[in-house]
């Protein structure tokens, strides 16, 4: 007897629709599993027959051969083995031919027949909708999260004896608590509110970190300790707008893809990821050997990476960030597999100017080891940032200045302006202006445009840099609500790119 079961496997952050094949034959007792299966997906055998056994089921004692199409696909996880048991049950007559019929099943068992949640079901489901498989029976956790997906039909499943009798309509279908999708409800539980007025002085910096907020910036910040460099990047999310409905959904996807546990809602906040300085290559852009995993660059995507102690980070590490911060995606290869991951961050980086990292009447290092140190920064690396200021301690005089809050209406407002600017174009903000088309998008006077290339000719700018100067410029006017580009914004955003030395 052969029974087929529509499930789904996770490939890097995306949904996999797979065919589970059971095929119950008479022969000596065996169990096979073939089409790529991982580790988990081979050990399931033994948890499947527990269930089957513990929910009051036979197991046949028989010859199983279980195939997970597409073949050529690599299977991982345990998310496959609701669906087995279900094939097991119809392949020996002991569900009714026709009740999996257009219903697509996830979920992990436990031994004692319990259906237990997925890691990336929003992901596994909307692929599943994607292919024309609406209706979805997923474990009981996991039914607030993959009810997110609009167009999907969704029923729980508490435990694989009530699977059964709700598939023959025995029982009534378990309920769950509807996710919260109102983009009113505020920030994440457990966001630190920390807020830009508790940073005294520092008002040149206060300005360009909301010029980054504003038009998605990358942003370097270098000092000497206790300057308020880590307190202004740490600050930098209070004035971020949120996400608009579309970006919250695909950024809930990932980071539940990802195994991040689902707070009960999408997360309209942007995410803030914040690696320790050892952290490796892997784990920055992500990667893996069996199953390609994303790396914190994938689950800062429409938010912002912070890192902090940039100088300290593994040269090969920041290097490899270079390509996602030009492309704004991923690109891993591995023998007979190859993923792209979304890779839509703002980089905010801190760093000091020297080994011991006092000031300068103070420092005692050497030129040699002044000049490894900022070695370990390439050139290539330090280009890519739009925004680049040297941070200086405050003065026992200074005050404080306004609120994250009066901040944040004008970056809301200034981003506001950007996406009606680029609405029939396929990016939203001022930083991910191409550079081929930063001069026709921000056109300037003829006086302006001979500004801007004074600007260019005495730095010595590469194309990169020249393109950078005018896209901040750009944000410089939006945030003054202003409709050109002016001399004096050029100016200022020239300012706010210095030279790290």
């Known amino acids: 007897m052969l029974a087929a079961v529509s499930s789904a496997t996770l490939t890097g952050v995306d949904g996999q629709p797979v065919t589970v094949e059971v095929h119950v034959s008479s022969g000596l007792p065996a169990y096979q599993v ?8 081979r050990e399931s055998r033994e948890r499947v027959r527990a269930a089957v056994l513990s929910s009051g089921l036979q197991w046949p004692m028989q010859r199983i051969t279980v195939n997970l199409a597409p073949g ?29 019929d257009g219903v697509a099943v996830l979920g992990e068992l436990g031994l004692d027949g319990s259906v237990r949640p997925v890691p990336g079901a929003l992901a596994l489901v909307d692929s599943l909708t994607r292919a024309g498989r609406p209706s979805v029976v997923v474990p009981i956790a996991n039914a607030a999260e993959a009810e997110l997906v609009g167009d999907a039909h969704v029923r729980a499943a508490r435990d694989l004896g009530e699977l059964r009798a709700c598939l023959q309509g025995e029982e009534a279908w378990p309920d769950w608590d509807p996710p919260l999708v109102d983009p009113d409800a505020g920030l994440d539980a ?3 509110l920390a807020d830009l007025a508790e940073v005294r002085g520092l008002t040149f910096a206060r300005g360009v970190l909301e010029v980054a907020a504003a038009g998605g910036h990358h942003l370097l910040m270098w000092g000497p300790p206790g300057t308020g460099k880590t307190m202004l990047a740490r600050r930098l999310p209070t004035i971020l707008a949120p996400l608009e409905s579309a970006e919250a959904l695909e950024v809930t996807r990932i980071h539940s893809a990802a195994g991040q546990p689902f707070r009960g809602r999408l997360l309209h906040s942007r995410p803030v990821r914040a690696p320790h300085h ?7 852009v992500g990667g893996g050997s069996t199953r390609l995993r994303p790396g914190e660059v994938t689950l800062a995507h429409r938010g ?8 300290e980070f593994a040269p090969s590490a920041l290097d490899a960030l270079r390509q996602p911060l030009e492309e704004r995606v991923v690109r891993i290869s591995r023998q007979g597999m190859s993923l792209a991951f979304p890779a839509s961050f703002q980089l905010v ?25 900022r070695r370990r920064l390439s050139a290539p690396l330090v280009d890519r940032f739009d925004l680049r200021i040297a941070v200086s301690a405050p003065l026992a005089s200074d005050v404080v200045g306004e609120s994250s809050a009066t901040a944040r209406e ?16 396929p990016w939203s903000c001022n930083a991910h202006v191409p550079a081929g088309a930063v001069a026709r998008l921000v056109p300037l006077d003829t006086d302006v445009e001979c500004e801007w290339h004074r600007l260019v000719e005495e730095r010595m700018l590469t194309g990169r840099g020249a393109a950078r100067i005018l896209r901040v410029a750009r944000t410089v006017a939006d945030l003054a609500d202003a409709p050109d580009v002016t001399a004096e914004h050029l100016g200022l955003a020239a300012h706010m790119r210095e030279d790290l030395s």
């Open 34 to 41: 073939v089409g790529l299966p991982d580790t988990a997906v």
């Open 72 to 100: 050529a696909v690599r299977k991982t996880g345990s998310g496959l083995e609701l669906a087995v048991a279900l094939g097991v049950l119809a392949a020996s007559e002991q569900l009714p031919t026709g009740v999996l």
């Open 190 to 192: 457990d966001d630190d």
């Open 278 to 284: 050892t952290a490796s290559t892997a784990a920055l």
């Open 304 to 311: 912002v990476l912070f890192l902090d102690e940039l100088g």
């Open 349 to 373: 980086a801190c760093t000091n100017p020297c080994p011991c990292g006092r000031v300068p009447a103070e420092c005692c290092c050497t030129e040699p080891a002044k000049a490894r140190y």
């Open 410 to 425: 004008r970056v809301v407002a200034a981003v506001a302006r950007q996406r009606a600017r680029y609405a029939d174009w």
